[in-house]
């Protein structure tokens, strides 16, 4: 059965400590802090509901309260816009509350990405599901989960984003061994490996944070020890599974994305996030832009 279901569900982990991110997460989820005006977890979830997604399991855990009033109604909030008779920031308060049917579970411990997933087995059940992770973003223009849950469809089997990186990048990431399929932008992913040694690496592709999971991957994730930094990874699930037919919750495979994708969980490539959709709103580029433009020259010449 779970081979020919659809998929309706989306899992995102929000549970990590988001220490690159301190102090600012002491208090805050990283999840939440804001891209130009929106907590960059509602841009994943817009994503997900987006690609046909309306069943939304979030993973969070201590201190990530602030989520789930972030997905739910704000009456204090909403009456006060309406005394003011303010119809547009109404829209934007109640449209986080609306996006779908959000579900939350706790992960009492971050014992790593592996193990948030594993939080949602209970939820997801006997079904193949979508992970996009919580700090990760994909920009709308170029749809990628669609292209994942088609393949999906295809192949079977789990489906993973890949992105090509410099060579001297890739020891950060989860890396993928890959071979050619008849779809210029799907591989067969053949191996695994979360962040190389350089010199390593089998290729320049590495692991972006949206996967389409095989219901095998629960079992396997069980069965699987804490791997690098004593967290359960997600990568060493999914490299169990690539080794294995379509019988047995098989094969993995990987679709090549080539677009624009916005990293918020560091500090460097928050910023650039930033002012990219900064630059790109229609409300804020006329004045952003020209700013930008004359602060970087003066800083240059400094
Ligand atoms: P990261 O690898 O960015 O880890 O997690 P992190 O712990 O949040 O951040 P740093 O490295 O300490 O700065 C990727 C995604 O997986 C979630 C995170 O919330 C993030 O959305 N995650 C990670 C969990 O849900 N649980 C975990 O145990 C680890």
């Given at each position: 059965m779970a081979d020919h279901a659809p998929v309706t569900k989306a899992v995102v982990p929000?549970?990590?400590?988001?220490?690159?991110?301190l102090p600012a997460t002491k208090a805050t989820?990283?999840?939440?802090?804001?891209i130009v005006d929106k907590p960059a977890i509602q841009y994943v979830v817009e994503e997900a509901v987006n690609a046909g997604l309306e069943d939304l399991l979030l993973v969070t855990g201590r201190g990530k309260r602030p989520i789930e009033d972030h997905f739910d109604r704000a009456y204090e909030l909403e009456e006060a816009l309406r005394a003011k008779d303010d119809p547009e920031r109404l829209a934007a308060v109640r449209e986080s509350a609306e996006l779908g049917i959000v579900h939350y579970v706790r992960?009492?411990?971050?014992?790593g990405l592996g193990h948030a997933v594993h939080c949602a087995h209970q939820h997801v059940g006997n079904e193949p599901f979508a992970v996009l992770l919580g700090d990760d973003l994909i920009d709308p223009?170029?749809?990628l989960l669609q292209r994942m849950l088609e393949v999906r469809e295809q192949f079977g089997g789990s489906v993973v984003a890949l992105m090509e990186v410099e060579p001297e990048q890739v020891s950060l990431y989860g890396c993928a061994a890959i071979e050619p399929t008849s779809e210029d932008d799907v591989v067969k992913v053949t191996n695994l490996v979360e962040k190389p040694v350089p010199g390593e690496a089998p290729s320049r592709w590495i692991i972006i944070g949206r996967y389409v999971c095989d219901p095998a991957v629960f079992d396997v994730l069980e069965k699987t020890p804490p791997g690098r930094g004593g967290e359960i990874q997600l990568t060493d699930a999914l490299m169990t599974l690539a080794q294995r037919d379509r019988s047995q919750g098989g094969p993995v495979h990987g679709v090549l994305f080539r677009g624009r994708r916005y990293d918020t969980g560091n500090k460097l490539d928050y910023l650039r996030t930033v002012v990219q959709f900064a630059a790109d709103r229609p409300d804020l580029a006329a004045e952003f832009l020209p700013w930008l433009r004359e602060f970087v020259a003066k800083h240059d010449e400094d």
């Open positions: 929000a549970a990590g400590l988001g220490t690159r991110f989820p990283k999840e939440m802090l804001p992960q009492g411990e971050p014992k223009r170029d749809p």
